[in-house]
């Protein structure tokens, strides 16, 4: 019995180690260039003369969102084909979860929360965040890249660097 609790409690800081570590990956990857994941092909200037968040508030709502949703999960999921995603979702990590259950953790995401997963080996990041209208792809490698702007782009997105 005495080796059981010495064997769980060993697992159990190996655990948290590894959330440590890829809680400590993700603040170094905020850091580093990235990319949006969004409807619009490019930024809209802050001096823009049009109505950017009534439209984007049009798409927080009703069937635009659910379709905007869908468009994401669809990058994601089929970025899943080719990569791991480690997501973190309620301050836990998964490795590869369930696609219903990545598409229910992003749209609960997109509505109010946050999500983000570290991609493979690739040393690289996604986010979704609550309230917006895009996803944010984080120190990308030159193939990783290609992949990402041939997906947004048959998800019908538009994938532009700031």
Known sequence: MHYLCRKICKIAHELIAMVKDKDKTVERLLERPYWVIDTLPKQVPQDSKGQYFAVEQFYLEGPQYERL?????????????????????????VTNPEPTIMVEW?????????????????????????????LTLYNPSPDLLQLAQALTTAAGLHLWQP
């Open 69 to 93: 949703c869908q468009q994401f999960a669809d990058v994601l999921l089929r970025l899943n084909c080719y990569y791991d995603l480690h997501v973190s979702h309620d301050n836990e990590w």
């Open 106 to 134: 992003l749209t609960e995401s997109l509505q109010h929360g946050h999500m983000c997963a570290l991609i493979g080996d690739c040393d690289a990041l996604i986010t979704a965040s609550g309230g917006d209208i895009s």
